[in-house]
């Protein structure tokens, strides 16, 4: 078999690449992997800290709509004083849907590895601050003696923690119940 005269033989000179061509591509693809490899644990720790915020809805609701609940013909979210002072106080409690002698943890339903803070606070003095609530006497208001927070405190360095807010009666008293989970 002939060929023809007019069809040039390809020689290596005319691929139409160079090695400025080659060092760019690689340098691109290097600084593309060095990326994926960089952001993949950001992409991946989010998926980590989803279920925290979850959780303080849930321990919220547990308290506010059925364990702190005026038993009988108490409505969601209008909390019994007397089993209120009692949750916080960690005793007492005749009647209450809860156990004021074991864990915070199980009490409110959460898993042993969170830590939770409960507190129930309000806008006493005025000044657009929540200040802690307390127990005096069988009556929530103004602190006094007992207040009204249980649970570690909240970390400050290196942690986040889930907040979940509810507004809810004690007695006739507006107030702010505060989950953290962290």
Do not use: K
Request: charged content about 20%; proline content about 5%; some cysteine.
């Amino acid at each position: 078999m002939t060929r023809p005269d007019d069809v040039a033989v390809a020689t290596t000179r005319d691929r139409g690449q160079t090695n400025l061509d080659f060092l760019l591509g690689i340098v691109v693809f290097f600084l593309a992997l060095s990326f994926v490899v960089a952001s993949a644990p950001q992409l991946i720790a989010q998926y980590d800290a989803q279920e925290t915020p979850l959780v303080a809805e849930r321990a919220s609701t547990a308290l506010a709509d059925s364990l702190l609940v005026e038993s009988g013909a108490g409505a969601p979210g209008t909390l019994d004083v007397e089993c209120t002072g009692a949750f916080f106080a960690g005793s007492g409690g005749t009647g209450c849907p809860f156990s004021t002698g074991g864990e915070l943890t199980d009490i409110v339903g959460v898993h042993e590895t969170y830590s939770v803070n409960v507190t129930l606070q309000w806008d006493v003095t005025g000044d657009a601050e929540l200040d802690p609530l307390c127990y005096n006497d069988g009556d929530v208001g103004a602190c006094g003696t007992d207040r009204l927070a249980v649970g570690p405190d909240v970390p400050q360095a290196h942690r986040s923690a889930a907040t979940e807010r509810r507004t809810v009666l004690v007695g006739d008293h507006p107030a702010v119940l505060e989950v953290r989970v962290w």
